[in-house]
């Protein structure tokens, strides 16, 4: 008999498909198999299917389907008997399971090829992350800041390949091998195959991962990190060798399994999907995600990952001697009187106040800018004796280095869980700040920096950022010293009380005339200010752009930052 298959659903069902095909011609090897589905890469080198065969040469051509899936909150079934129990009943024949994950076939050829990261010269161990997801399914996103948190935290034990479709949404995530874009259906494929482990939501690269074979000298099973939450029962999509963060039962709306909502607010497109709706949408970074999802932390991932590290499953990338940030060669970690770190989103004024900071301080003085944004090891270590920031000139290692008065950092574009001191200095006076600058003035320079300097991050990110760090400052975590631009800027009293805070008794303002020569300068005004920097008209930016279509329309679209703006600024500031 001939059965031809066909289905138009997603690659992670195809791959699912897969695994019934498989299961069915080794059950009936009389039975001949033609497949028509999206996604037909998956197929390649497939031994179980007559690539050849068209649907007019079949005896039979079945729709394939799984309702099974209607009673996966009731029912101890995974999604791999799905498609199988569906072709069972309109077959009318047995077809057992006989392994637990989907049928991928890769050619010796493409198993000798080498990956495509080896291709650009990087030959260690990676992981594959997918940081994003479909606009269909926004339930299953999960905060992109989390993203890039695991990855800042488990750098440098692993090297993660971000990947994904430029048509879905996927927000680039910094310290990665960007691949967004780069990898077809079969070059993903490879990829996986290359690949030590993954990271992602419930995904076509969960299923592969599993689906995946793998090299010879590794592990029966690729590691696999799934951010799942409530939305899919567990047992119908975990695999038992994956580290699967489900929180079904944690929340009213996924306490009998899962909720299976699509999205957490409407997208517009027409699809039924739209009336699907999470019932408990949270706002993490300019998204709504679920509930279930952001209950699942950023630590939680990096454990799982480290879970497979500590058994010895897997090992993370070979750690060299002070390769956390100092390279000390076996010497002393050096020392500081006093550590400041500064977190901002770009355009809030942040070197400005890094400035003002280092003059506050006499002695020797270290700088680190930018960190977040940089491996480690990268960073240069900076040492000075004049009364401004040092510059990126000098270049010391770990042994130059014995104490300093200041040891200051910054990290711009990121929502710090926790005030991040550097692991390589012990301190005494630790401070943690976060500035912020009025909503509306900010938005008009961060647009005209993303404008002159074409910026690959869109004003929606930086916008995510402005609202999680204007969380942490209203949520009166007192880790962190809020710094106001905005009265920083207009007032020496509000000055001088952040100097007593920072731990300073001689204050001097000789800094505020200077306009730093690192990140551009002015988006307005570049360095045509320098030396009287105070009378730039920095806080009625706004004005310039009130009426333009893109400052409406972005009020518009973040009145959630302008609440919040509302609270910090006061409603008539700017």
Known sequence: MKVFIKNNQSPGDIVMLTAAVRDLKLAHPDIEVGVKTAAGQIWENNP??????????????????????????????????????????????????????????????????MSQVEEIGHKEPFWIILAGGKYDFTAKWWNPHYYQRVVNKLSPEVKFVQCGSLDHWHPPLDNVI????????????????HAQGVVCPVTFAMHLAAAVPMKEDKPKNRPCVVIAGGREPAQWE??????????????????????????????????????????????????????????????????????????GAVKPIETRKGRSGV????????????????????????????????????????????????????????????????????????????????????????????????????SKNKVAIIMLRDFRNWSCSMQKMIKNHKLKKTMDFFCCVWCS??????????????VNYDKFISSKEYRDEIAIKIGVDNRTDE??????????????????????????????????????????????????AMNLNDELFGESYG
């Open 327 to 426: 390279r000390n060669s076996g010497k002393t970690t050096m020392t500081a009187d006093n550590e400041i770190v500064v977190y901002g989103v770009k355009r809030v004024g942040n070197h400005m106040l890094l400035d003002w900071i280092a003059s506050q301080f006499s002695g020797d003085k270290f700088f680190l800018n930018d960190l977040c944004h940089k491996p480690v090891k990268k960073t240069l270590f900076n040492k000075t004796k004049s009364n401004a920031l040092p510059s990126l000139q000098n270049r010391f290692n770990a042994e130059d280095m014995e104490h300093v008065n200041l040891f200051l950092h910054s990290n711009e574009d990121i929502s710090p869980e926790v005030p991040s001191f550097h692991s390589g200095v012990e």
């Open 238 to 311: 975990a695999y038992p060798h994956h580290r699967y963060l489900s929180t079904n039962g944690s929340l009213l709306c996924c306490d009998n399994g899962g909720c299976w909502k699509s999205r957490c607010e409407k997208v517009g497109d027409g699809d039924e999907k739209d009336e699907n709706l999470c019932e408990n949408p949270v706002q993490a970074f300019g998204v709504k995600i679920p509930k279930c999802m952001d209950m699942i932390k950023p630590d939680d991932v990096v454990r799982s990952v480290r879970q497979y590290f500590n058994g």
């Open 48 to 113: 179980h299917i007559n690539h050849t065969m068209k649907e007019c040469d079949a005896d039979r051509v079945i729709k394939a389907e799984y309702p099974l899936i209607q009673k996966s909150n009731q029912l101890p079934y995974h999604f791999i008997h799905g498609f199988r129990k569906d072709l069972e009943e309109k077959l009318n024949i047995k077809i057992p399971v006989t392994a637990f994950h989907g049928d991928i076939h890769l050619s010796d050829d493409e198993k000798g090829w």
């Open 511 to 560: 800094s505020m005339k200077n306009v730093p020569s690192y990140g551009w300068g002015s988006s307005f005004d570049r360095a045509s200010y320098d030396g009287r920097a105070n009378e730039m008209k920095t806080l009625s930016r706004w004005e310039e752009c009130k009426n333009s279509d893109w400052f409406i329309s972005l009020i518009e679209k973040n009145r959630r």
């Open 469 to 482: 760090l204007a969380d942490i400052v209203l949520s009166g975590n007192d880790d962190y010293l809020f």
């Open 178 to 193: 960007n691949f967004l874009g780069k990898t077809d259906i079969r070059q993903f494929i490879r990829l996986v195959y």
